[in-house]
């Protein structure tokens, strides 16, 4: 029998406002211990929350971003549980009335776009942090995190492989980037994920028991972790047995998936509405300021790219995947209008530049005009594609333009046949034995003379002329 996997994803973005979503703490991050907090965020006695005005706007984006329907008025709830890193003893979440439900994002796999959509978008605060000691049974715990922003994303069960789940949380993150309200680190925690995931035989309706998996906080964890948790349920399934549902745990080092504890139920909660906090109404202007102030967003980008540059699919994600790239490779593209031969060079020896030297493209040392004026030069032959990557490294070093560098260093290509011709003949004089073998038929030995008079001429000489002139010499 086949199988087929139903995967929906929850995400928590953490939202880059300047102080918490309840009061003033502020939310840098790494700072020691228990120093950005307040009576509010600590959930002493007799405090109230206040809403933090950024939070709505930033969620706002996404959901009009994703084609969310905006209610005009949602409300926070409490979500009772206990745990030593909530002091309060319940989290304040959206529940019943979430700010926007019905959107969807489109993601491209395997060439072919598929829409998988979002159930609701909602606001609420983080957690504290447990620090348990290796060597002494003593665990420490830090609320400078109580009462960060976060974005709770939900999607529809719409995602059907890990590939599919991968391609989903990348456009999201690039999304997330694009509007400038979340830095979409799952390394560092501000981008997490749990999946649930369920099998079913394919063709039919009904959905299987499923899973939620936890603790995946890279990109490669979840496909992993999806893929191990499908084969499992599958395997259960053939050999007669069920599928329990279950919160389970990612355990990268063992590679595979073990379980945590059994699924708890909403009713778990008492969600109950926060007295503290009014419904939040929002008004259409606000909505409409919001919307019009969105930037192109990642796949329109992309699409925009393949259309107007014939940029291959792979060639035009990549250059969308942030929008500083795309900045980078259009403003080049202004001076440079080959839109192939700026790819290659943004993809290749800049970002491989960028990457060795861990920085990004904000912090090239190359501007994108310089960039171009490197290009330029090598278009009109000044100088030759191998001199272009002496430059290239120059540039990296100095932050010059390329023609400075070039001039400065008479780095120009020579073009001038007489000056070859006397390094050819120099050359040639220089051995003797080669061109007596040449010219019995070593053929070969082209390459050898080739490569003498470029380092004669340390690099400069036009290959393609050099080429030629040596071709016609060792024929007489
Ligand atoms: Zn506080």
Known sequence: MEFEAVIGLEVHAQLKTNTKIFCSCSTVFGAAPNTHTCPVCLGLPGVLPVLNRKVVEYTLRMALATDCQIASESRFARKNYFYPDLPKGYQISQYELPIAEHGHVDIDINAAAKRIGITRIHMEEDAGKLVHDPDRPVSYVDFNRTGVPLMEIVSEPDLRSPAEAGAYLRQLRAIIRYLNIGDGNMEEGSFRCDANVSVRPQGQETLGTRTELKNLNSFKHVENALRFEIERQIELLVDGGQVVQETRLWDATRNRTTSMRGKEEAHDYRYFPDPDLLPLAIDKQWIASVKQALPELPRTKKIRF?????????????????????????TCLNAFKDPKTV??????????????????????????????????????????????????????????????????????????????????????????????????????????????????????????????????????
């Open 306 to 330: 393949m259309r107007d540059y014939q940029l291959s699919a792979t060639d035009a994600d990549f250059l969308t995947s942030d929008k500083a790239i795309a900045a980078y490779f259009e």
């Open 343 to 476: 790819a290659n060079w943004v993809m290749g020896n800049l970002m491989g530049y960028l990457n060795a030297q861990g920085k990004t493209i904000q912090q090239s040392p190359i501007a994108p005009d310089n960039l171009a004026g490197l290009l330029i030069l090598i278009k009109n032959a000044t100088i030759s594609g191998k001199i272009a990557k002496t430059v290239f490294e120059e540039m990296t070093q100095t932050g010059q333009s390329a023609e400075d560098i070039v001039k400065a260093q008479g780095l120009q290509q020579v073009t001038d046949t007489g000056a070859i011709a006397k390094e050819v003949d120099a050359v040639l004089a220089n051995f003797p034995d080669e061109v007596a073998a040449y010219r019995d038929g070593k053929h070969k030995l082209l390459g050898f003379f080739v490569g003498q008079v470029m380092q004669a001429t340390r690099g400069k000489a036009n290959p393609q002329m050099v080429n030629e002139l040596l071709r016609k010499k060792l024929k007489a």
